[in-house]
C-alpha cells in the first residue's frame, strides 16, 4: 500500500510534468511567432560564435560552406529572412531536415558537428524617448 | 567449487544474452526512418530489456548490461558523438529507475519507466549543453520531456506485459 501512495505521488508529478511541458511547447511556439523586426542569426559552431547575419537585410539568397575540425561539413542557404542547412555530411541528416527556420523557437541544430543556427528577433525600431538616471 | 563457477558461467551467459537481446533492438530502432526531426525523440525499446532485468537481477548486473549495451551499440551504429548522448541519457536513466523501481518495490513498471524516459532526455540535454554550449538546444526542452514522458509509458508497458507473460520463464532461467 506504501507503493501506491508513492506511485500517486510520482504519477502526479509526471502529470504536472507534462502538463508545465505542454503549456511550456506552446507559449515557445506561440511567443516566437509575434515578434516582428530584424531577424538575426547567429551560427555556433563548438560552442563559438562564428557569424552573426542579418536575415532581414539578406537580399540576394546565398550558400556557405562551414567546416568543422575533422572535416565535417554544414552548408548553409541564408535567404531573406531565413536560414537552413542545405547539405551536410552527418550520419543523421536531421540538421537537413529541420529545413529552414526564421523563428527563435526552431533553431538548427547539428549535434554530430556540434554546429548550430540561433535566431533572436529584435524590435523594430523602438528608441527610448529619454532614459531618466 | 565447481558449482560457483557454473553458477557464474551461467549467470554470466545469461547476462550476455540480454546484452545482445537489447542491442539487437536499439539497432533495429535506430534504422527506422525517423519520427521528428528533433535529436532525441525516439521510442527507447531498447530500455524495455532494462526495466525488465531490473526485476530479476542485482544492480550492478542490470548496469553491465546496460554499459555493455550502449558499448556495442554505439560501435556498430554510430560514432563518439552517439556513444557520448548514449551514456549520459542511459546512466541518468539507470539511476533514477534505480531509485523508483526501490520506492515502489518493483510494482507500477510504468512510472519508473517515464520516469527514465524523462531522465534519459534530461541526460542528453545536458550533454548537448556541454557539447553545444548555446542556450539554444533549451526550447527542445518542452518537446523532449513530453516525448520521455509518452516513450517512457510505451516502454513501461511493454515491460509490464512481457513481466506477466514472461515473469515465470524469468524466474526459472535465474534459478537453474
Same mark, same amino acid.
Given at each position: 500500500m506504501e507503493e501506491k501512495k508513492r506511485a500517486v505521488v510520482l504519477g502526479v508529478l509526471i502529470g504536472i510534468l507534462l502538463i508545465g511541458s505542454l503549456a511550456a511547447y506552446f507559449w515557445i511556439q506561440n511567443s516566437a511567432k509575434k515578434k516582428e523586426g530584424s531577424c538575426i542569426a547567429k551560427i555556433y559552431q563548438n560552442g563559438e560564435l562564428l557569424e552573426e547575419i542579418n536575415l532581414s537585410e539578406v537580399e540576394a539568397k546565398y550558400q556557405k560552406k562551414f567546416q568543422d575540425s575533422k572535416g565535417g561539413y554544414n552548408t548553409i542557404e541564408v535567404r531573406n529572412g531565413e536560414i537552413g542547412v542545405v547539405?551536410? *555530411?552527418?550520419? *543523421?541528416?536531421l540538421c537537413k531536415k529541420q529545413g529552414f527556420t526564421s523563428l527563435s523557437s526552431n533553431p538548427i541544430v547539428c549535434l554530430p558537428h556540434r554546429f548550430s543556427i540561433e535566431i533572436t528577433n529584435q524590435e523594430g525600431e523602438?528608441?527610448?524617448d529619454a532614459v531618466s538616471e | 567449487m565447481q558449482s560457483v563457477n557454473n553458477s557464474k558461467v551461467r549467470k554470466l551467459t545469461q547476462l550476455s544474452f540480454f546484452t545482445v537481446i537489447a542491442v539487437t533492438i536499439f539497432s533495429i530502432e535506430a534504422a527506422l526512418p525517423l519520427l521528428s526531426p528533433v535529436q532525441g525523440i525516439k521510442l527507447g525499446l531498447a530500455n524495455i530489456v532494462t526495466l525488465v532485468l531490473l526485476q530479476y537481477y542485482t544492480p550492478s548486473e542490470v548496469f553491465l548490461v546496460l554499459l555493455a549495451r550502449i558499448l556495442l551499440a554505439s560501435l556498430l551504429n554510430g560514432q563518439m558523438m552517439t556513444l557520448l548522448y548514449s551514456l549520459s541519457g542511459g546512466i541518468f536513466c539507470y539511476l533514477i529507475m534505480l531509485l523508483v523501481n526501490r520506492l515502489l518495490r518493483g510494482k507500477y513498471i510504468y512510472i519508473t519507466s517515464i520516469l527514465g524516459g524523462v531522465f534519459h532526455n534530461i541526460g542528453q540535454i545536458l550533454m548537448a549543453l556541454v557539447l553545444i554550449p548555446s542556450g539554444g538546444i533549451l526550447v527542445y526542452v518542452p518537446l523532449l520531456m513530453i516525448s520521455g514522458i509518452l516513450a517512457g509509458l510505451f516502454t513501461g508497458l511493454c515491460a509490464h506485459f512481457f513481466h506477466k507473460k514472461m515473469g515465470a520463464w524469468m524466474k526459472r532461467l535465474q534459478q537453474e
Open positions: 547539405s551536410a *555530411d552527418c550520419p *543523421d541528416q523602438e528608441e527610448w | -
